[in-house]
């Protein structure tokens, strides 16, 4: 069963940086688009960035760009966030999610496979 592990969350003060990352077990596919979303409280689910592994094309919500930046280490199916600049309203529970053979998106419904999520808390 596949499934997709998120780590690398915690608490951080405004202006400070994390880095997510994101592995898949029992994942046997080689071309795929692997994304971050998050979802803060009492809001709705907001795409943050994605990356391909069919082209190496990436995506990122404008709120996020110049900030954030996505990665992978496709041997290890695993794909790193890595976020600066970190503001309070960064703050949000983020999940990892796959759509196979895909290329980069931020779709939420296009997704195979959903992780449970790291909460990332940002102090101002």
């Known amino acids: 069963e596949v499934q997709l592990v998120e780590s690398g969350g915690g608490l951080v003060q405004a202006g400070g940086s994390l880095k997510l990352s994101c592995t898949a077990t029992?994942?046997?596919?080689?071309?795929?688009?692997i994304a971050w979303f998050r979802q803060a409280p009492g809001k709705e689910l907001e795409g943050v960035s994605c990356l391909s592994t069919r082209d190496g094309s990436t995506a990122y919500a404008d709120s996020v760009k110049d900030r954030f930046t996505i990665s992978s280490d496709n041997a290890k199916k695993t794909v790193y966030l890595q976020m600066n600049s970190l503001k309070s309203e960064d703050t949000a529970v983020y999940y990892c999610a796959v759509d196979l053979w895909a290329f980069a998106h931020l779709d939420a419904a296009e997704m195979n496979y959903w992780g449970k999520g790291t909460l990332v808390t940002v102090s101002s």
């Open positions: 029992d994942f046997g596919f080689d071309e795929y688009a």
